[in-house]
């Protein structure tokens, strides 16, 4: 998503003439205040990207070097990595077969006195069972963060999705649907969390002659940040155009066998970020990959979020999944799932395109 041009010019003018360019400049406040209103909760801070975002969440409690974050292997390497890069180590748990979140029967399997924290990911805009963790982290001592790369704006039974746990981090990069180019942020439900994380997101740094915590460089710059302020007023209709194309994918799908649409979760508000469809090749007649490769023939680029998993990757090699079942389902669902393109570009004709490879079952 991108604003119109001119727009862009003219606020680009304006810095030019203010000549600030970063360290939390008047743009910078302005979206910040608008992101905090926007998603409901009393500290928002952004940040250069959603992994220094992550990075800075897992921070803010001074977790013991060494101990277990339990987290899903089901998302981008980012999230292993801001445990990883804390000194704290990843313990991947299985996924629940309809919201590819979390399965908190797996994160209790998991805990043992060096875990420290949960980390949930709101996988696809899919809200993680917020209430289970909830208790499970009050049961055990645990810290209980998310990362809601995929949540921006979602709302759950009308609370926002930035409120839930010890923090949460979202992601403001060019491929997401709300994009300040890079950017991300930082959300907690405290208000006293912001002066806090305004020094780690700064060098630590609380004036000239004052470093108060190892802070990390964090900050986002009044390009950006100008890319957030034309961009915030699109979401809306981005999301309107995605949730016609999502009605229209479900109508077209809907009587494919083997074909899994993505779930509808009561009281909760789509993200419109990902359309993951899952293809059980038995029923479907081909694999996933089989359907990825054909679009691809076709210049229609699908992904396969997330696959490899996390554990699939060289640093993560070896590390178990725990798992109540027999076999991992994220194991099996890594070979099924498949975003679909999904955003205002994609017409009618691309469409029938799109639909017209999963009838052509010679592939
Ligand atoms: C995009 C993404 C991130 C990383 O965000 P960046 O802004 O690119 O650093 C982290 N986690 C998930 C699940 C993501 O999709």
Same mark, same amino acid.
């Given at each position: 998503?991108?604003?119109?041009l001119?727009?862009?010019h ?5 810095? !030019? ?12 406040? #302005?979206?910040e205040?608008?992101l ?23 921070k803010l ?13 089901? @998302? ?7 445990? @990883? !890069? ?6 991947f ?5 309809? @919201? ?22 709101? *996988? ?7 209430e ?13 963060f998310?990362?809601?790369?995929h949540?921006?704006? *979602?709302?759950?039974n009308?609370?926002?999705?930035a409120?839930?746990g ?13 994009? @300040?180019?890079?950017g ?18 700064n ?7 004052? *470093? ?9 710059n ?11 007023p699109?979401?809306e ?16 799908l ?17 993200s419109? #970020? ?24 076709? #210049? ?19 590390f ?14 890594k070979n099924? *799932?498949?975003?679909?393109?999904y ?21």
């Open positions: 998503m991108l604003p119109d001119n727009d862009f003219r606020m680009l003018g304006d810095i !030019w003439q203010s000549k600030a360019l970063t360290n939390c400049g008047p743009l910078h406040q #302005q979206l205040r608008e905090q209103c926007y998603l409901d909760v009393p500290t928002a801070m952004l940040f250069n990207n959603g992994t220094i975002a992550l990075l800075v969440a897992l409690f001074d977790l013991p070097i060494g101990s277990e974050v339990i987290t899903t292997p089901l @998302t981008f390497a980012a999230t292993a990595h801001a445990i @990883t !890069w804390n000194g704290l180590k990843p313990v748990v299985d996924v629940l077969p309809h @919201t590819l979140t979390l399965d908190p029967a797996a994160v209790v399997k998991a805990i043992t006195p060096r875990t420290s924290a949960i980390l949930g990911v709101h *996988v696809y805009g899919n809200v993680c069972e917020i289970a963790l909830e208790c499970i982290s009050k049961q055990y001592n645990l810290r209980l998310f990362d809601a790369a949540a921006f704006g *979602v709302t759950v009308g609370r926002s999705i409120s839930y010890d923090a949460s981090a979202f992601s403001f990069h060019a491929t997401k649907l709300f994009n @300040t180019l890079e991300g942020l930082l959300a907690t439900n405290r208000p006293e969390d912001a002066e806090i994380i305004y020094h780690l997101r060098f630590g740094i609380k004036n000239e002659e004052e *470093v108060v915590s190892v802070g990390i460089n964090g900050k986002l009044e390009m950006q940040a100008a890319i957030g302020l034309l961009n915030l699109l979401v209709e981005e999301k309107r155009s995605r949730a016609g194309l999502k009605q229209k994918y479900r109508e077209l809907n009587d494919l066998p083997g074909i899994q649409l993505p779930p509808e979760q009561q009281g909760v508000t789509s419109e #970020q990902y359309f993951p469809i899952v293809v059980d090749p038995a029923t479907f007649g081909c694999t996933r990959d089989d359907l990825y490769d054909e679009l691809k023939a076709r #210049q229609i680029f699908a992904r396969k979020y997330f696959h490899p998993i996390c554990t699939d990757f060289d640093p993560y090699k070896g178990p999944i725990y798992s109540v079942r027999d076999t991992p389902f994220v194991d099996i669902i099924r *799932v498949l975003c679909l393109p955003h205002s570009g994609v017409d009618d004709t691309d469409l029938s395109d799109i639909i017209s490879v999963f009838y052509n079952k010679n592939i």
